[in-house]
C-alpha cells in the first residue's frame, strides 16, 4: 500500500473525510490533487498546497470546469492514477411522496452527478496511461429504502450500481472500480447533530480512510465492482 509513484485525485478533499484520506495517502507518498467547492477551506485544510498536493477550487456540476482541473493536473503530475470521488451529501426529511424536485436534485447531484464528472474527466487518461483505480462512497443505508431519507438512499443506490457498470465497463482496461459502504461517520458535525448516539459505535474518518486506500492499492488488484461496508464496532 504504498503510492510514490502515483497521483491520487480527491473529490470532497477539505471535508472529515477528504481530510483523512489525503493524510493516508500523503504518508504514503502519493502526489495530490486535491479537489472542493471553494478555495478558502482547501487552503484552511492544506495551506496553499506545495510540490506534492495540488489544490484545485472547482464545482463539479460544472463540466468545463472539472474537465480543466484535470486538463492542470495532468499538466502538472503527468498522470492521475486513482481517484476518489468523495464529494457528496446527505438530507433527510419528508416522505417520498412528500420530496420536491429541489431535494431529489440536490441529492443526485451532491452524490451522483459529481461523481459522473469526475470520472468523465479523468478514466480517458487511465485508459491512455494502461490502468487505474476508482474508489467512489456510497452509503451502508443505501442498501434498502429507509423512511424520510428516500432521496438519499437513491442517490446512494445509484452509485453503488453505477460502481458495478464502470467495473464491468473499464475492468478489461486495468481500471479497477470500487465503493465503499460506511454506516455513519464519526465527525463533529455528526456529533453535534446526535447528541445522545454513542460515537463509539460509528466510523472513524482514519479507518474509511484506511480501506479507501487499501481498495485502491495493487493489494486490491483482483477486487472489480465491489460495494464493501465499513461498519465501525456497531
Not at 69 to 89: E, K, M, Q, S, Y
Not at 120 to 149: D, E, L, S, T, W
Amino acid at each position: 500500500m504504498e503510492f510514490d509513484d502515483r497521483c491520487v485525485m480527491v473529490t470532497g478533499a477539505s471535508g472529515n473525510l477528504g481530510r483523512a484520506v489525503e493524510r493516508v495517502f500523503a504518508a504514503r507518498g502519493a502526489t495530490l490533487v486535491l479537489v472542493g467547492s471553494r478555495a478558502e477551506p482547501l487552503r484552511r485544510a492544506f495551506g496553499d498546497g506545495d510540490a506534492r498536493r495540488m489544490l484545485a477550487p472547482v464545482n463539479l456540476l460544472d463540466t468545463a470546469g472539472v474537465a480543466a482541473t484535470v486538463g492542470a493536473a495532468l499538466a502538472r503530475f503527468g498522470r492521475i492514477d486513482v481517484l476518489c470521488n468523495l464529494a457528496g451529501g446527505f438530507r433527510m426529511g419528508p416522505r417520498a411522496h412528500d420530496t420536491g424536485d429541489d431535494d431529489w436534485n440536490a441529492m443526485f447531484d451532491l452524490n451522483v452527478r459529481t461523481l459522473l464528472h469526475a470520472s468523465a474527466a479523468v478514466v480517458p487518461g487511465m485508459i491512455a496511461a494502461g490502468g487505474g483505480r476508482i474508489v467512489n462512497v456510497g452509503a451502508f443505508a443505501a442498501q434498502k429504502g429507509v423512511a424520510r431519507m428516500g432521496a438519499y438512499v437513491a442517490a446512494k443506490a445509484a452509485v453503488i450500481r453505477i460502481t458495478e457498470t464502470m467495473s464491468a465497463e473499464l475492468r478489461d482496461a486495468a481500471i479497477n472500480v470500487n465503493c465503499v459502504l460506511p454506516t455513519i461517520i464519526d465527525t463533529p458535525e455528526n456529533r453535534a447533530a446526535m447528541p445522545d448516539a454513542d460515537p463509539a459505535r460509528w466510523v472513524a474518518p482514519g479507518d474509511l480512510a484506511n480501506v479507501i486506500a487499501y481498495l485502491a492499492s495493487d493489494t486490491a488488484r483482483a477486487v472489480h465492482g465491489a460495494a464493501l461496508p465499513v461498519t465501525g464496532l456497531g
